[in-house]
């Protein structure tokens, strides 16, 4: 029988197994439908979720919040004025005091320390919305959209293309847990961390999955799923100009998606930077599933929610 996911914190797509990733998928597929056809599922009547958000946010703060809405939940909006993490009142003291009030915490934060601290010392699950190193929902909600889309996921061909960030990171573990093979193509200096890549790597060698790292553009050819991301991630905004210029030739548009051969799905995690990574003939183009994606946030964290909380 399947150990319980209740209690758990998901600070790092390291941190789950892919059994238990099937699990949330499985979960956010029957909540999906749920929430498709009116059924209810309060299925966290009375439970609390305090949002803390150091950086702006659309998909998910609205995925979260609804999300527990529709739970029977409610959730609590912590902006960066209002707590000032680690300011106002040390880390592990704000995550005491959550944990005395709350279910389960959500954080958006800059540093992936203080995601870690929260997780150590709330006593309540608490769930990475985003930190500088690590996107973890949002690789669980790309991954569940390419099952959709292709009904399968060990064997298919992932590229991301552009800055080996947040987001790339998320992708690549999870995607190695999961027995996809996933190349990552970055310009020579904005390449993924070499801790992601060795626990990739392990995970890989139990999978089957096969990893690429490539510098080259037209490494794409075969992908049947290409992503990109923003070049300047929040926090690097002083940056955006610079790697404007360096990152131009690994821009997803026309021409980029042909030389990958067939008709690959597009993604992108949003927000995106219209003409700088992705053109609009791209964003808007057959292939394009990035709403897809952007609506499964809200299934696809019920779902964790649910499971953890
Ligand atoms: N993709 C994503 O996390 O979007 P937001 O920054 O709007 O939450
Ligand atoms: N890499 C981007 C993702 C935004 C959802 C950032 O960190 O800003």
């Known amino acids: 029988m399947a150990v319980s996911m209740k209690g758990r914190s998901l600070v790092s797509m390291a941190d789950f197994s892919a059994e238990e990733i099937w699990r949330v998928w499985e979960l956010a597929t029957e909540l999906k439908r749920k929430q498709k056809t009116g059924e209810p599922h ?86 990475n919305g985003l930190s500088d190193s690590e996107h973890p929902c949002q690789a669980l909600a790309d991954l569940f959209t390419i099952y959709e889309k292709m009904r399968r996921l060990e064997g298919v061909n992932l590229t991301y293309i552009g800055d080996g960030n947040n ?25 993924i961390d070499s801790r992601y890549v060795q626990i990739a790597r392990s995970d890989a060698a139990r999978s089957g999955s096969r990893l690429r790292f490539s510098s080259d553009p037209d490494d794409v050819a075969g992908s049947h799923v290409i992503y990109t991301d923003t070049w300047a991630s929040m926090g690097q905004e002083a940056e955006a100009e610079e790697r404007a210029r ?9 021409e980029l998606v042909a030389q990958a051969g067939g008709a690959p799905i597009v993604m992108h995690c949003l927000p995106a930077h219209r003409g700088q990574e992705i053109t609009d003939e791209v964003m808007d183009g057959p292939n394009s599933v990035v709403f897809d994606e952007a609506e499964n946030r809200l299934h696809v964290q019920k779902a964790l929610m649910a499971l953890l909380m």
């Open 42 to 127: 309060r299925i966290l009547e009375g439970k609390q979720l305090a949002m803390i958000f150091q950086k702006p946010s659309l998909r998910t703060q609205v995925s979260f919040e609804t999300g527990m809405a529709q739970l029977g939940g409610h959730a609590v909006f912590l902006g960066p004025d209002h707590i000032q993490l680690g300011k106002r009142e040390s880390v592990p003291d704000v995550a005491r005091v959550l944990g005395r009030m709350v279910d389960g915490i959500m954080a958006r934060v800059f540093g992936h320390a203080d995601v870690e601290t929260l997780a150590e010392y709330a006593g309540v699950p608490v769930i």
């Open 167 to 191: 987001v790339a990171a998320s992708l690549l573990l999870t995607g190695a847990k999961v027995g996809m093979n996933v190349t990552l193509i970055s310009p020579d200096g904005y390449e």
């Open 246 to 254: 360096i990152f131009k030739p690994f821009q997803v548009n026309n």
